[in-house]
């Protein structure tokens, strides 16, 4: 079975399919990297990633691809990878709107034999029963006959270089044994990690839910504690280290918990749970934690400033970095926003500054004061995400771009001890 020479579709060219067109390039001669996005396509051919995962010196190697938004290139593939973005709707549901459409694209483009595998996070069954129907109805083929689905999850973790694409195991799924062991192959051919076969697509689906789930929840306890240690005036991060010591304890940082992954995949889960009958008191137990963090964050700013007789109507405050996580340009679902509106409320006027992010791209920092410089001083400094850049704010740095009374809150426990009046 030699797949060296069939062609190879990418659908999405973000976090996830930009990668994968990269890497299926070094090895096959016929990709075709597809977004919908007229921008995104343009920069990539410009050697521009926005996410500033892929280098420039990266793209000049690239060979054998053909970037694009125009669907019909994507004609008789061989293989289709989906990697389009599965967000919530307001309602905190599945948005499966992006996944659809990518699935409607790739039914009217697909030839028979051609295998379509997806990658985004979707709950347990949705490719079978909401993706498989579609292209059934779009290319009047058969399913395991004219046409095969597989599920590979995306493990992605964003900034983060020590386990990119090829160095994490890639999970792999077929919808029957002969499709199953192409997929295999196809992923065993770039993932250097290797790769392990699920028992059906459905278990595939399903692991990559609970991967985020199981962060989540342990996430969820910690924020908990914390609050509870704050209340018996103990030190969080004190009481981690001491558990830490004994061998089977897991250590996870108290924080604001957004971004594409573990703030959504427990609702998808959540979601399928409640259609079958079962209400997950857990779950749901763990995401209303995570998502009331912003409120309790502001909350104890603003006691913080009492505390310290610092006026809260129009006092100015200033948030250190606005991405859902450290050292990326993601703001995808972060719980920044939601600070700063809280705090908003209030008559707090707040600035935020992020050297990561550019704000013309950014559609929730229409609501905010983004700057690019820091040229004045203010009563309340938060940092919010722990970028490596802001590891130059020293204690000095911070005094200059504070007022002579000032609150200076850590959501991260990311500075020195004794910087920060305030830490979670």
């Known amino acids: 079975m030699s797949l060296k020479n069939k062609k190879i579709s990418i ?248 971004g594409h992954c573990i703030g959504v995949d427990p609702y998808y889960l959540t979601y399928k749970s409640k259609k079958i009958g079962h209400d997950p008191k857990i779950i749901n137990a763990g995401r209303k934690v995570n998502d009331g963090m912003p409120k309790y964050v502001a909350k104890r700013i603003l006691i913080n400033m009492k505390n310290k007789n610092v006026k809260i109507k129009k006092s100015s405050a200033l948030i250190l970095g606005c991405t859902f996580k450290k050292n990326c340009t993601d703001t995808r679902n972060s719980k920044i926003f939601d600070l700063a509106t809280y705090l908003k409320l209030v008559d707090v006027k707040v600035d935020i500054y992020d050297p990561w992010v550019n704000s013309s791209e950014i559609n929730e920092l229409k609501n905010f004061n983004f700057i690019n410089n820091i040229n004045k001083k203010y009563d309340v400094i938060v940092i919010g995400v722990a970028h490596d850049i802001f590891k130059k704010f020293t204690k000095n740095e911070l005094k200059k771009i504070s007022k002579k009374i000032n609150v200076i809150f850590d959501v991260n426990n990311f500075l020195n001890e004794g910087i920060a009046s305030e830490r979670l």
């Not at 996410?51 to 420039?56: Q, R, S």
């Not at 000049?60 to 061989?78: E, Q």
């Not at 599945?94 to 996944?99: C, K, Q, R, T, V």
């Not at 058969?142 to 090829?166: A, T």
């Open 11 to 258: 659908i999405g060219q973000g976090y996830v399919g930009l990668p994968l067109t990269i890497e299926f390039s070094k090895k096959y001669k016929k990709i075709i990297g597809f977004d919908n996005s007229k921008k995104r396509i343009s920069e990539i051919k410009n050697n521009i990633d926005h996410n500033k995962e892929i280098k420039k010196s990266e793209f000049k190697k690239i060979k054998n691809v053909d970037f694009t938004n125009d669907s019909s290139k994507i004609s008789n593939s061989d293989f289709y990878i989906i990697t389009v973005p599965t967000p919530l709707n307001k309602k905190k549901e599945p948005d499966l709107s992006s996944l659809i459409e990518a699935t409607k694209m790739v039914a009217k483009n697909l030839k028979k034999k051609s295998i379509v595998i997806y990658e985004s996070t979707v709950y347990p069954g949705c490719t079978e029963e909401v993706c498989v129907p579609i292209i059934k109805k779009f290319s009047k083929f058969k399913y395991n006959k004219d046409f095969f689905c597989g599920y590979s999850p995306e493990r992605i973790n964003v900034g983060d270089k020590n386990h990119s694409l090829i160095k994490i195991i890639k999970v792999i799924s077929g919808s029957n044994i002969a499709s199953t062991k192409k997929i295999n192959k196809l992923y065993k051919s770039i993932i250097k990690a290797g790769t392990f076969v699920a028992k059906n697509i459905k278990v595939a689906e399903a692991a990559k839910v609970i991967e985020n789930t199981q962060r989540d929840l342990n996430i969820a306890l910690v924020n908990e504690l914390s609050m509870i240690f704050k209340k018996m005036k103990i030190n969080t991060t004190d009481v981690l280290n001491v558990a830490n010591t004994k061998w089977n304890f897991i250590k996870y940082e108290p924080g604001l918990v957004g």
